[in-house]
């Protein structure tokens, strides 16, 4: 599913909601989490997870066409740690259906 | 402090003007949606954002942490998250000032 398809569902469902609005709140809200996970905030959705920032710390790295190393800074990344209704009903598929 | 739903809903209702009810349940709906694609076994791809995407896992051996006791993790299917190009320039300029919880 993509990003336009799940506001095909969302306006499909809420039919009281013009499309237009569907698809502005969908953007809003993925911007929204952007930005609080951009100013180090973890987000909390009960039910189906939460997000927060993981630090990798600096490294050595390589270019890949010369072989010299590279110091890399540290830097965070995005984790999504899945909540437990979520776990439960991906699990319950399984075998039923493959990714 | 962590964003919530309640954040989600109050951002819609205020920036576009979605009544408090609409707002919630859109919130709401949003999260249902993407649960249920995945239940089905649907993989899904939020531009910007990130991927959602599922893997089966085999069975494998794991230990009680307590007991140490031996105990098979059974074979699972997970979902896993991964931040698109534009989520993760963004997250890197994060200067940690804001100590992540």
New interface residues.
């Given amino acids: 599913m993509t990003k336009s398809e799940l506001i095909e569902v969302l306006a499909r469902k809420q039919n009281h909601l013009p499309y237009k609005d569907v698809e502005d709140a969908v953007k809003a809200l993925l911007e929204q989490m952007s930005e609080a996970l951009s100013a180090g905030e973890r987000i909390e959705i009960r039910g189906f997870g939460s997000f927060s920032l993981h630090f990798r710390p600096p490294r050595l790295g390589r270019n890949p066409k010369t072989g010299d190393s590279v110091p890399l800074d540290g830097k965070y990344v995005p984790h999504f740690k899945p909540g437990k209704e979520l776990r439960e009903r991906v699990n319950a598929s399984r075998g039923r259906s493959s990714g | ?5 309640a ?2 809903a109050e ?2 209702f205020t ?2 003007g ?1 009544n408090k009810g ?2 919630k ?3 709401e ?3 249902e ?3 249920t ?14 991927n ?5 896992k085999n069975q494998r051996p794991g230990r009680n942490p307590k007991t140490g006791q031996e105990i098979p993790i059974t ?7 991964r ?1 698109g190009q ?3 320039a ?5 200067d ?6």
């Fill in positions: 402090m962590a964003l919530t739903k954040d989600m951002r819609l920036k576009l979605l609409e707002a349940e859109l919130v709906s949003f999260f949606e993407i649960r694609a995945l239940q089905h076994g649907e993989q899904v791809k939020l531009s910007g954002f990130g959602f995407d599922l893997r089966d074979a699972r299917r997970v979902v896993t998250f931040p534009k989520l993760k963004r997250v890197d300029t994060f940690g000032q804001q100590e992540p919880e």
